[in-house]
């Protein structure tokens, strides 16, 4: 099957190397404008923290802007930023990431900047005690823009169980003020190797001078001896796939109720085929307008505002598929959870080869942008790098959805018919009669 | 033989007076030139291999060759794909009917729910199996939408677009969804902390000029509108006069013209628009506090600013960004979260309406240390109106503004926004040559002029939502 002309180029341009030190180099040439995004992953987020001891990672990713050896506290951030580039850092349960959007003649200032900070970080005690106050202010800012975060929370904690990706991302509020600077300095120490780390250039540079560059900055950093990794190993213990489970609340700070069901899916590493088949059956059902889901609950009935399908296999752990949707009348929660549980078994029995098709077709249309802006070919190149999959598979992608056959998809889905959901449902209060 | 040392000592003299010349030189080039030993982050940009790459930025004013419509053009032909984005000026929810608030927004989602032969599910579907990205929306002043698409799908794309802006059906059973919809958006946004402050805010700012309605209407004026509503605001709102075209990527002028011309056939030529007023934004009253139980209190500020044509323009941008950019070196920043630990982020940036001009920001804290941060914001505030900028911050600011100048390139779809945009500001055909050196000649005593004008301690009003009683106790 062939669906687009240019869909074949996403990021085929894309080279990778490894120094001697082990440093991962992924390049993506982009000659369109003279920009360049600099990304470094590092190969530990949340999950490779101690258990009870959230939120180093995080408050390391903040520390990181805030000297090292070489340049005392705020010279990064200037250097950078008088360099116009937009600089910013993230992390999640499975890795941290840097990176730097500039014009290309301050990429080398950028590469020696970064390259120093992956060896030679250093605070002061006053340094690390105020930042961790700013890190305890990010984690009250975010509770407080998104009314249901703390709900939402509770529920991870439910659907993951022991594992350490129900955890939020940046530690408690409790655990955050317990960090300590040893903590920082050992989790750095332990992960922030060039071994553990992957160097991203996308933008208006050749391989060659990448490759030289790389060398020339990252080059002379020694590996380290790389910590223990957290567990992301296929953990299966979790109660609710065994019967019917919700979770509930009522809250007097919301007007309109949401619920999400969702779905612990075996390791993706476990089945190439699997992965794929997934990826093409949580778009069928619930990503678009001709989708079932879409079909019964926006343009038949309308009982939901908005609804949606997420396949999570970005992580090193576990995948998950979940389902969510925004509805007016909290009466409506079991009529929506009824049609959604009905339209899976429908979807899985009724798929056909044209439905098929068109999805394949919708999943591959768009890839041609790709090709556009450097900074989201970085970006999507760290999403799959980071998760632990290779440039091949991502170059690869195409192929690899068009391959999934309808049986693939009906096989594997099937699992999703194994097992039930956990439910979780957030209304607004009712007033008493 | 016996070594007869006076014979070479002529010779270790000489290589010895050579080499003590050669580490004098070294020396003295070692001194006088700082960057070979030193690190230098000049001198690495200045010698970098990856200098001197050529880039122009060639935008071309072209005319349709049927409609004589006029837009602006950016060939990209690296990648076979083509972005498209308009406006129509003087269509945003500013213009929604009295008691028909929300009447624009609900336009541009009824525009992609069926039009011409396809019902919204057939007329999406088309759209999702080719990628093809059509979007309206509107501003407080403009109704804008944006068209990206795959070159080879030019011919699908355009009948697609045209039929969404000519033909649409305004299906009464979609439409009655679309109300509801953007009632449960209304409900929504009004739980959100962020969100419902800003809404009071506008209120408390623009007193009863239009601009204080939200684009989603109010709790009752979304069931008001009907299809005569709908078409009518189409038809006086959405013209040929009225309308500002970019376009970027793979398409010759050629193309382009024809492309318009497809794109916008059938559109009624001249507009029909009651105008608004000027509208000032009311900073004399006292601050504004509402109370909500919440784990982090949230403030916004307001003050007058300058338009875009002003030109104090660029010397208030440029102290707005010294004050409160969005990086971590502004002063704000630098104090509040730099020194004390005592928030996540301030941010601050001008806002240019058609008919209002204002410096905004937002900051957040936990109620226990808001007033200290507010207290923070007032003070670096009025030490900047009463002292002004230094030379060194200035020339920081100018820099990174200039350098992060090509990064606009990044996207096409950014890059047609800002053809639009250079319209609707009449920037100028030459305009991206030119910025740079705009800044570039902004002086010290321009932007302290400025700064003396617009941040005194009377162009200052909070509006804040949070935990008032915790603040007390403090």
Not at chain 1, 82 to 107: C, E, M, P, W
Not at chain 1, 233 to 248: H, I, K
Not at chain 2, 109 to 136: H, P, V
Not at chain 2, 283 to 296: A, E, F, M, V
Request: charge should be neutral.
């Amino acid at each position: 099957m062939c669906y687009s002309q240019s869909a074949e180029a996403v990021l085929s341009d894309a080279t990778e190397f490894y120094l001697k030190n082990g440093l991962h180099v992924v390049v993506v040439p982009n000659h369109k404008a003279p920009i360049i995004k600099q990304i470094v992953v590092y190969k530990a987020g949340r999950v490779d923290e101690p258990r009870g001891k959230g939120g180093i990672a995080h408050l390391l990713e903040h520390l990181m802007f805030r000297g090292t050896k070489k340049f005392k506290d705020g010279e990064f951030n200037r250097l950078i930023e008088s360099n116009g580039g937009i600089s910013n850092a993230a992390t999640s349960h499975d890795k941290t990431y840097y990176h730097q959007f500039l014009s290309v003649d301050r990429l080398e200032l950028a590469m020696y900047l970064e390259a120093d900070r992956m060896a030679n970080l250093s605070f002061d005690d006053e340094t690390f005690v105020k930042e961790r106050e700013v890190v305890f202010q990010e984690r009250q800012e975010r509770q407080s823009r998104n009314t249901t975060r703390d709900f939402w929370e509770k529920v991870d904690k439910i659907f993951w169980k022991d594992s350490l990706y129900g955890e939020p991302v940046g530690g408690t509020s409790v655990e955050i003020m317990e960090i300590t600077k040893q903590d920082i300095l050992d989790f750095y120490q332990n992960f922030y190797g060039p071994n553990n780390a992957i160097l991203i250039l996308s933008g208006d540079i050749d391989f060659e001078t990448a490759y030289d560059l790389a060398q020339k900055y990252y080059g002379k950093l020694s590996a380290r001896e790389i910590g223990q990794k957290g567990n992301t190993e296929d953990v299966d213990n979790r109660e609710y796939r065994d019967g019917e489970y919700t979770v509930r609340t009522e809250r007097n700070d919301i007007n309109i109720s949401r619920l999400s069901a969702r779905y612990f899916l075996p390791h993706f590493k476990s089945d190439e085929g699997y992965l794929y088949a997934m990826m093409v059956f949580a778009d069928y059902i619930g990503n678009s307008i001709s989708s079932p889901l879409y079909k019964k609950l926006r343009l038949d009935t309308h009982l939901a505002t908005a609804i949606g399908t997420d396949f999570d296999c970005f992580n090193r752990g576990n995948s998950t598929f979940s389902f969510y949707a925004y509805y007016n009348n909290p009466k409506d929660t079991q009529k929506i959870q009824n049609i959604f549980m009905q339209t899976l078994v429908e979807s899985l029995n009724n798929m056909t080869e044209k439905d098929m098709e068109l999805t394949k077709k919708r999943l591959l249309a768009g890839l041609v942008y790709h090709n556009d802006n450097p900074s989201d070919a970085a970006d999507i190149v760290t999403d799959w790098l980071g998760a632990g999959y290779k440039l091949e598979d991502l170059k690869n992608y195409e192929q690899h959805i068009n391959k999934v056959t309808l049986a693939d998809v009906k096989a594997l889905a099937a699992t999703l018919n194994e097992y039930h959901p956990l439910w979780a449902v957030a209304t607004p209060m009712q007033e008493a009669k | 033989m016996k070594f007869d040392y006076s014979k070479i000592e002529p010779l270790i003299r000489r290589i010895m007076s050579v080499v003590l010349v050669v580490v004098l030189v070294c020396g003295v080039i070692l001194l006088l030139k700082p960057e070979v030993w030193r690190f230098n982050p000049q001198y690495l940009v200045e010698t970098t291999i990856l200098k001197d790459k050529r880039f122009s930025a060639n935008v071309q004013e072209i005319i349709s060759p049927k409609l004589k419509l006029k837009a602006y053009l950016f060939e990209e032909h690296s990648n076979p794909i083509v972005s498209v984005e308009f406006l129509f000026k003087n269509a945003g929810s500013a213009y929604d009917p009295d008691y028909k608030e929300g009447l624009g927004t609900l336009l541009a989602t009824m525009l992609s729910r069926g039009a011409g032969k396809y019902d919204m599910e057939a007329f999406n579907a088309i759209l999702e199996q080719n990628a093809i990205g059509l979007d309206f929306e509107n501003t407080k002043d403009d109704f804008s939408g944006a068209l990206k698409f795959i070159k080879s799908d030019i011919v699908l794309a355009t009948k697609m677009f045209n039929l969404a802006l000519t033909k649409p059906t305004f299906n009464r059973i979609r439409l009655k969804q679309a109300k509801k919809d953007m009632l449960d958006n209304y409900k929504y946004m009004l739980e959100q902390p962020d969100s419902y402050a800003m809404l009071e805010a506008a209120k408390q700012l623009f007193g009863k000029h239009p601009y204080r309605n939200s684009r989603m209407g109010t709790l009752d004026s979304g069931q008001r509108i009907t299809v005569t509503d709908l078409r009518t605001f189409q038809k006086q709102h959405l013209t040929q006069d009225n309308l500002l075209i970019g376009i970027a990527g793979d398409v010759s002028a050629i193309e382009a013209g024809d492309l318009i011309d497809k794109l916008f056939a059938g559109l009624p030529r001249h507009a029909k628009i009651t105008p608004i007023p000027q509208a000032d934004i009311q900073i004399t009253s006292p601050d504004y506090h509402i109370s909500r139980n919440l784990g982090q209190n949230i403030g916004f500020f307001y003050a007058k600013g300058v338009a875009r044509e002003d030109e104090r323009f660029y010397p208030l941008v440029l102290a707005i960004e010294i004050l409160s950019g969005n990086s971590l070196t502004s002063r704000i920043q630098k104090a509040a979260r730099e020194d004390k630990g005592l928030t996540y982020g301030v941010y601050g940036d001008l806002a240019n309406y058609d008919k209002s001009n204002f410096i905004y920001g937002r900051f957040s804290s936990t109620p226990d240390k808001f007033e200290q941060l507010k207290q923070i914001i007032q003070t670096e505030w009025d030490r900047l109106g009463k002292y002004g900028v230094t030379e060194e911050e200035l020339a920081q600011a100018k820099d990174y503004m200039i350098a992060s100048e090509p990064l606009r390139y990044a996207d096409i779809g950014n890059i047609s926004g800002t053809l639009v945009a250079m319209q609707k500001w009449n920037l100028g055909l030459d305009f991206l040559q030119k910025r740079n050196t705009y800044i570039r000649n902004i002086t010290l005593d321009e932007v302290n002029q400025v700064a003396k004008q617009y941040f005194t301690p009377d162009n200052l009003r909070f509006v804040t939502i949070g935990d008032s009683k915790k603040q007390e106790q403090r």
